[in-house]
């Protein structure tokens, strides 16, 4: 999700309500709202640490369902939306960058 957006502001419910991250058990989205408006350093920061748990449970459960040999199907077309998801996001980051390209030294 993209806590930047006015959606946001007064939602006070954890970025992920399963996540068991340090963001998740202590912020709320619409505090991480706040410092991403306000241009915050900490802003990035929470939501490293939210991502990095997020993607480090997704492991977890692809490796395991990789162990147990279930569903490989399963696991295959979730590592080809991962890398897809992972496309679109860095073409819009590429995308959003290039207005701020003259400012960057």
Not at 1 to 19: E, T, V
Not at 25 to 45: I, N
Not at 46 to 57: K, R, W, Y
Request: hydrophobic share 35%.
């Amino acid at each position: 999700i993209k806590l930047s957006s006015g959606q946001y502001k007064d939602d006070f419910r954890p970025i992920d309500a399963n996540c068991s991250c340090w963001t998740c058990k202590h912020s709320t989205r619409a505090f991480v709202h706040h410092l991403f408006k306000a241009h915050e350093p900490s802003a990035q920061t929470l939501a490293s640490i939210h991502n990095i748990q997020a993607m480090m449970d997704k492991m977890k459960r692809l490796r395991q369902q990789i162990l147990d040999d279930k569903s490989s199907q399963c696991a295959l077309m979730y590592i080809d939306d991962l890398y897809m998801s992972s496309q679109k996001q860095n073409s819009a980051q590429a995308f959003d960058s290039s207005a701020f390209s003259d400012k960057i030294e």
